[in-house]
T-cell receptor, first 110, second 115 residues
Framework: DAKTTQPPSMDCAEGRAANLPCNHS???????VYWYRQIHSQGPQYIIH???NNETNEMASLIITEDRKSSTLILPHATLRDTAVYYC???????????FGTGTSLTVIP | NAGVMQNPRHLVRRRGQEARLRCSPM?????VYWYRQLPEEGLKFMVY????????ESGMPKERFSAEFPKEGPSILRIQQVVRGDSAAYFC?????????????FGQGTRLTVV
């Protein structure tokens, strides 16, 4: 039910951009892509979401491919506090629940 | 502007006891979601409630688990006759409306340990 595929882990040097990929090849036309992160077993934190256009906010940028089958979350200047598990999520059919996969464990290295 | 508040943060129960987990959504939010996270796993959707109504309980175990969101007061996730396999972190999220273009905000969770 997760509908997304992410690499299990990634490393990124502090100060560099972290690019986290996600495949969602079965996404349907009206389903949004959401990104959340979970820092050390805290509650998940909302990062960004989008439908088909690229999105940017104060935390990150979201790049969605034209066919919408994959996306990339970009943290432009990673810090040690960005070390977390990042979840790429496609909402459920009714839009009322999120299906979390196993996410990508990002480690930012000093 | 307080976020989603969950209590207790940690709960220890003996096998066979009842566990009650509470969730107060963000101010102005009338939609509540409960998720369970087993150790080393991702979050699993359990139930979605709107004031006084269960909208989607497709992720709820068929027995021993129930949820409510009364007109007044917090949402309650209730687990009867707990077993060791119920040990997990339970997260609540809230949103101001339903639909695909709506982010949900999560609480810090309740960590249930069954001994």
């Amino acid at each position: 039910d997760a509908k997304t595929t992410q690499p299990p882990s990634m490393d990124c040097a502090e100060g560099r951009a972290a690019n986290l990929p996600c495949n969602h090849s079965t996404i349907s036309g009206n389903e949004y892509v959401y990104w959340y992160r979970q820092i050390h077993s805290q509650g998940p934190q909302y990062i960004i979401h989008g439908l088909k256009n690229n999105e940017t906010n104060e935390m990150a940028s979201l790049i969605i491919t034209e066919d919408r089958k994959s996306s990339t979350l970009i943290l432009p200047h990673a810090t040690l506090r960005d070390t977390a598990v990042y979840y790429c999520i496609v909402q459920g059919n009714t839009g009322n629940q999120f299906y979390f996969g196993t996410g990508t464990s990002l480690t930012v290295i000093p | 502007n307080a976020g989603v508040m969950q209590n207790p943060r940690h709960l220890v129960r003996r096998r066979g006891q009842e566990a009650r987990l509470r969730c107060s959504p963000m101010k102005g939010h009338s939609h509540v979601y409960w998720y369970r996270q087993l150790p080393e796993e991702g979050l699993k959707f359990m139930v979605y409630l709107q004031k006084e109504n269960i909208i989607d309980e497709s992720g709820m175990p068929k027995e021993r688990f129930s949820a409510e969101f009364p007109k007044e007061g917090p949402s309650i996730l209730r687990i009867q006759q707990v077993v060791r396999g119920d040990s997990a972190a339970y997260f609540c999220a809230s949103s101001p409306r339903q639909g695909r273009h709506t982010e949900a905000f999560f609480g810090q969770g309740t960590r249930l340990t069954v001994v």
